[in-house]
């Protein structure tokens, strides 16, 4: 290796630990660096204890009662708990049910919501702030307020007891509108213009030139459709009937009230309803902070 090469080497070594230094002392330089660190970790574990709480009772054997919380943690352990609420109970199923009534409302919402806030932004008609009034109104009126008019219209389709009735009411996001009509504004006019002048249409322009651009904003409003339509009680225990399609936030208070003196096996099938979205949630943390940063910012 030449010495040149040798010289820019240590240039480089040299500037790493210099910026290494500089961190350190900002960090040091904060007098309350070690009480925010403190903080942090005491709102973490207090976060975090009831979880894992809920796993440790989750394995103890059937019918365990103590009167020392320590006695959670240490042995006897069993999986006989999962086998046995796996082979007796519905929770598999209320398990497939929530999964397969997120996905398709988180898509199904993508797609309205997408097509919606393109055609106010970009294309032009009449009374289209007329119509995007009435996204902003439908912030302002609570969701309960409109639970009885929307049972008497599912109702009167036949779609009361089923995967439809709970899928399509809960695409309609006002919200999901308004974040990307803003962020489609901000795509360059001269994009667009140069676009249209090529002979590209409307629905070209859409996907493959505006919507590429909006994957930050997609996925923002994918990962909080998702999570609403996951932890979602009110319309799918007024809408279903049958056991089979309920829901786990329908289905666990069911599921946990033929053992109200017990621990044990609330707590299993709390754990089993649980523990899909603790994975989910370390495998797409990133996207999860980016997605609550940003619609802090844009909304």
Do not use: H
Request: glycine share 4%; aromatic share 14%.
């Amino acid at each position: 290796m030449s010495d040149s090469n040798l010289q820019g080497a240590d240039v480089l070594k040299e500037v790493s630990s210099q910026k290494r230094k500089s961190k350190l002392l900002e960090r040091n330089r904060d007098p309350w660096r070690r009480v925010k660190v403190s903080i942090g970790v005491i709102v973490a574990i207090l976060f975090i204890f009831p979880i894992i709480w809920m796993l440790f009772v989750s394995i103890k054997p059937n019918g365990f009662s103590t009167t020392n919380p320590i006695e959670w943690f240490t042995p006897p352990f069993t999986l006989a708990n999962y086998i046995d609420i796996f082979m007796n109970s519905l929770i598999l199923r209320w398990l497939f049910n929530s999964l397969i009534v997120a996905l398709i409302t988180t898509v199904l919402t993508l797609i309205i919501t997408s097509l919606a806030a393109f055609a106010i932004s970009q294309m032009k008609f009449r009374y289209k702030n007329f119509i995007f009034v009435f996204f902003l109104l439908g912030l302002m009126i609570p969701g309960e307020a409109t639970i009885i008019p929307l049972y008497e219209i599912v109702k009167s389709f036949n779609m009361i007891d089923s995967y439809a009735g709970l899928i399509l009411p809960m695409i309609a996001s006002p919200l999901g509108v308004i974040i990307l009509k803003s962020f489609f504004d901000g795509v360059p006019k001269e994009v667009i213009e140069s676009a249209i002048m090529d002979g590209c249409s409307y629905f070209k322009l859409f996907y493959k030139i505006v919507l590429p651009l909006a994957k930050p904003a997609m996925a923002a409003i994918a990962i909080f459709t998702f999570i609403g339509s996951w932890n979602n009680f009110l319309w799918p225990y007024l809408s279903i009937l049958s056991e089979n399609l309920y829901t786990l936030p329908v289905g666990l208070p069911v599921f946990n009230s033929t053992y109200s003196q017990a621990y044990v096996q609330p707590m299993t099938a709390n754990a089993i309803a649980s523990i899909p979205v603790i994975i989910a949630f370390f495998m797409f943390e990133k996207q999860i902070v980016k997605g609550i940063s940003f619609t802090g910012i844009k909304g």
